[in-house]
């Protein structure tokens, strides 16, 4: 089971970019990232995958460096209703263990 | 557009009683998943279900039992109830596997005195 690690916390102003790296160092060739958002009393909420190389949406972009062993989720110019805890995973043939995730505090 | 849909959103129970939670998504998601989340923890997975008929044990499954009725509803079940299961319950649902995104339900509030 590929165990990620993240910072506990990150805090932020509006408008600024948070980037927050999880390292993953055992993962497998078949181990995709992803990442989750959730709101206090919700459910977490897919943000964005990838496997390699950059992926980019709507909302956030990913980056993985060729060896796979860590990701960067960058959230471009947040606001306050970004703060919430963000989760990344690394998910290989179900064996999935969301760890205690980044609580980002946006301030105004 | 319900997605995935969690029952009942809160509950109390007793030490030994014994409750279902029930879980459906009108997504037509080949797998499904049972998680609990303790305060101030990621999620830890109870059990899963890749395919209508099939279920497996995820990272904490004692104390519970599972069902994948159909395609669409997959329930967990607390045969004896400990304060050790207090806990948030939540339900996720993917299309084909777990390589692919998951998506939540609200989650069940359930307490255990």
């Known amino acids: 089971l590929a165990k990620t690690t993240q910072p506990i916390s990150m805090d932020s102003y509006e408008g600024q970019e948070v980037n927050i790296t999880c390292s993953h160092n055992?993962?497998?060739?078949?181990?995709?990232i992803t990442w989750y958002q959730q709101f206090p009393s919700q459910g977490p909420r897919f943000i964005i995958q990838g496997y390699k190389t950059k992926v980019t949406n709507e909302v956030a972009s990913l980056f993985i460096p060729a060896d796979r062993k860590s990701s960067t989720l960058s959230l471009p110019r947040v606001s306050l209703s970004d703060t919430a805890v963000y989760y990344c995973?690394?998910?290989?043939?179900?064996?999935?263990?969301f760890g205690a995730g980044t609580t980002v505090t946006v301030r105004a | 557009n319900a997605g995935v849909t969690q029952t009942p959103k809160f509950q109390v129970l007793k030490t030994g009683q014994s409750m279902t939670l029930q879980c459906a998504q009108d997504?037509?998601?080949?797998?499904m998943y049972w998680y609990r989340q303790d305060p101030g923890m990621g999620l830890r997975l109870i059990y899963y279900s890749a395919s209508e008929g099939t279920t497996d044990k995820g990272e904490v499954p004692n104390g519970y039992n599972v069902s994948r009725l159909n395609k669409r509803e997959f329930s967990l079940r607390l045969e004896s109830a400990a304060p050790s299961q207090t806990s948030v319950y939540f339900c996720?649902?993917?299309?084909?596997?777990?390589?692919?995104?998951?998506?939540f339900g609200d989650g069940t509030r359930l307490s255990i005195l």
């Open positions: 055992n993962i497998a060739t078949n181990d995709y």
């Open positions: 996720a649902s993917s299309e084909k596997n777990s390589n692919q995104p998951q998506h």
């Open positions: 995973l690394v998910v290989d043939d179900y064996k999935l263990s």
């Open positions: 997504m037509n998601h080949n797998s």
